[in-house]
Nanobody, 126 residues
Framework: QVQLVESGGGSVQAGGSLRLSCVASGNIRTTYSMAWFRQAPGKEREGVAALRFGDSTYYADSVKGRFTAYQDDRKTTLYLQMSALKPDDTAMYYC????????????????????WGQGTQVTVSS
């Protein structure tokens, strides 16, 4: 089992920045990739950024050039640095980790991930 705990959300004005953190614990050696998702009220959960260990980082078109996802050296903490925030970025942000049984799904597909954090709210005002 893998446990994920997010932090770092808050309220910020448009154009501002926030950094989200996700601490992973448990059997993280069973995971191959981790990702950030977000979900706004009344909308589907959307993949924001995904890291495939030892490989590249992938971003949704809506955040390219503004968001950066990375891990610490021990690969136990996942970060999402968000800059030039827009009101459309307002959502609950979730950290997720995958499992080998779901590797057929795309890196930004929620179906790939079976471990989820509780979420951290990001609110961007205009």
């Amino acid at each position: 089992q893998v446990q994920l705990v997010e932090s770092g959300g808050g309220s910020v004005q448009a154009g501002g920045s926030l950094r989200l953190s996700c601490v992973a614990s448990g059997n993280i050696r069973t995971t191959y990739s981790m990702a950030w998702f977000r979900q706004a009220p009344g909308k589907e959960r959307e993949g924001v950024a995904a890291l495939r260990f030892g490989d590249s980082t992938y971003y949704a078109d809506s955040v390219k050039g503004r968001f950066t996802a990375y891990q610490d050296d021990r690969k136990t903490t996942l970060y999402l640095q968000m800059s030039a925030l827009k009101p459309d970025d307002t959502a609950m942000y979730y950290c997720a980790a995958d499992h080998a049984s779901r590797w057929a799904y795309g890196l930004l597909s929620p179906s790939r991930y079976i471990h989820w954090g509780q979420g951290t709210q990001v609110t961007v005002s205009s």
